[in-house]
């Protein structure tokens, strides 16, 4: 197992994989209804059946090559995660997202946490296209695609029914060669 320092906070960033199933869940429960406020994440993991389930569902992405989910801990308690939902290869896209308790908020750990992500895909994979798909309404999940350097390319209306209400959906993305010029990389390099 590995784990990356997201900075000088003690914070880092490891895989999160079946075998940490009650860890996942104690962490839902100290931070469902934050989580849940825009998210089906919180209502989907609800007991330790559900937290294995979702855990192997994305180890079973790993092992296929179609996504990815890691997790983020704070002095050693898992606070929150990142995840590519989507990734397709042959395409060249992956869809990137986030979720936090409220402990961890304002800290900028999904931010640095999403960075290292979006610099796997882009420079290691060598995918062309991150996309993030955010609520109208969660302002921080869309500060975070401005702060990662997206384009808000638009609004999918009243297309995700989450607890009994259909909100919109805000589309952001980052090509490669964006991700790059922001990180001063020249263009045409890779793995930089």
Known sequence: MFATSLGDDGAELRPLEPWQAEEFLAHMDRGREFVGEHIALADAVHDLDSARAFLRAYADKAASDTGRLY???SDGTLVGGVLLRTMDVAAGTAEAGCWLE???AGRGLITRACRLLIDWVVEVRGLHRVEWLASSENAPSIAVAR???MTREGVLRENYP???VRTDTEV???LAPEWRAARG???GVRGA
Do not use: M
């Open 71 to 73: 997790g983020i801990w």
């Open 102 to 104: 409220p402990s961890a």
């Open 185 to 187: 990389v020249p263009s």
């Open 147 to 149: 702060r990662l350097g």
């Open 172 to 174: 952001w993305a980052v």
């Open 162 to 164: 989450h607890r009994g």
